[in-house]
């Protein structure tokens, strides 16, 4: 079973294409440069896909960091 619909492989391939032409932009407007990574513009793509609802998994979640303890020194 593909995780992935093929319109949704389309709009990423939108998107990559923008970013080599240099016209894919980040951000939601204002002050924003254009995007300079090929990762960034598979996510832009994929965040594209989503919006117009397409087969596309959700967003992985952030992992939390855990907290370094530290040591007690005895002496």
């Known amino acids: 079973m593909a995780r992935y619909s093929k ?3 389309k709009d990423v ?3 990559v294409k923008r ?3 240099g016209k894919l932009k980040r951000g939601k407007g204002g002050k ?6 090929r990762k ?5 793509g994929l965040s594209e896909a989503r ?8 967003k992985a979640k952030k992992a ?3 907290k370094a303890t530290k040591k007690s020194k005895k002496g």
């Open 7 to 9: 319109s949704a492989g």
């Open 13 to 15: 391939e939108r998107a």
């Open 19 to 21: 970013k080599k032409k």
């Open 32 to 37: 924003g440069g254009t995007v300079k990574n």
């Open 40 to 44: 960034q513009a598979i996510a832009i």
């Open 51 to 58: 919006k117009k609802g397409k087969k596309v998994p959700k």
């Open 64 to 66: 939390k960091r855990k």
